[in-house]
């Protein structure tokens, strides 16, 4: 999800140390980055970084604690004379989210100001880094990986991920404005390859237009109506 916000409500991101990429590749978190751009703004909104933790599995040393916006990782190690300590590390982030947090909290205090962005006709930005099972597909699409969309009745916002509590905020947001219809496309983007994943993968050319603004020539775009057209929509995206 992408977004820009008029107001410059997310402030710029605040210094990370040279171990960032050792952090998050051994305390199994999830980054997730935001980014704003209002209409008419050609540079661009500050970029805000906040990391979730995700519960350690058995078997795995627990050596992350979240104290919001810090980031603390206790790092084991050995000195030459074979004695053992923990060095402690600190990183300060725009937000950090521990195990208890639900996927709901994180919404509420870190994305849904996207949405407002995205309303008011800016340009949003939202995605996740981190290593293989570090937490992604779950706060992206859910407890079920994705599966819980393909029965949207009943479903609790929190368990559908961020993906569904977007779409949710944004069809409770189009009832008050029966002008707006909310279009959506999806396409990947794999080495210098863009395909678009609603129209069985048809590989897409990357062109700027007079503006110098990049468009994806030919790219699918569905309307969607109701949560359950999203879904549907979604789901054949996320198959292809």
Do not use: W
Not at 36 to 46: E, F, I, L, V
Not at 90 to 102: A, P, V
Not at 194 to 203: A, C, P, Q
């Amino acid at each position: 999800h992408n977004d820009n916000n008029q107001s410059n409500q997310l402030t710029r991101s605040r210094a990370h140390t040279a171990d960032d990429t050792s952090l998050t590749s051994s305390s199994s978190t999830v980054n997730v980055r935001a980014s704003m751009k209002g209409r008419g703004d050609q540079t661009g909104a500050p970029v805000v970084v906040i990391v979730r933790k995700r519960p350690p599995k058995e078997g795995e040393t627990d050596v992350i604690r979240c104290l919001p916006p810090i980031v603390i990782c206790n790092e084991n190690k050995v000195k030459v004379d074979l004695t053992k300590y923990v060095h402690t590390h600190k990183f300060c982030y725009d937000g950090s989210f521990g195990e208890l947090h639900s996927t709901l909290d994180l919404y509420r205090q870190s994305i849904s100001s996207l949405i407002d962005n995205f309303m008011g006709g800016g340009s949003s930005t939202c995605f996740c880094f981190g290593q293989t099972a570090s937490g992604k597909t779950f706060t992206l699409f859910g407890a079920g990986g994705g599966q819980v969309m393909e029965d949207g009745e009943g479903l609790a916002p929190e368990e559908g991920g961020v993906y569904m509590l977007a779409a949710q905020d944004v069809f409770s947001r189009l009832e008050h404005c029966p002008d707006m219809v909310l279009s959506v496309s999806m396409f990947e983007i794999y080495g210098q390859k863009v395909r678009d994943l609603l129209d069985n993968g048809k590989e897409l050319a990357a062109l700027e237009d007079g503006k110098g603004v990049l468009q994806l020539v030919g790219l699918t775009s569905e309307e969607c109506f109701n949560m359950d057209d999203f879904v549907a929509t979604s789901n054949v995206g996320r198959l292809a």
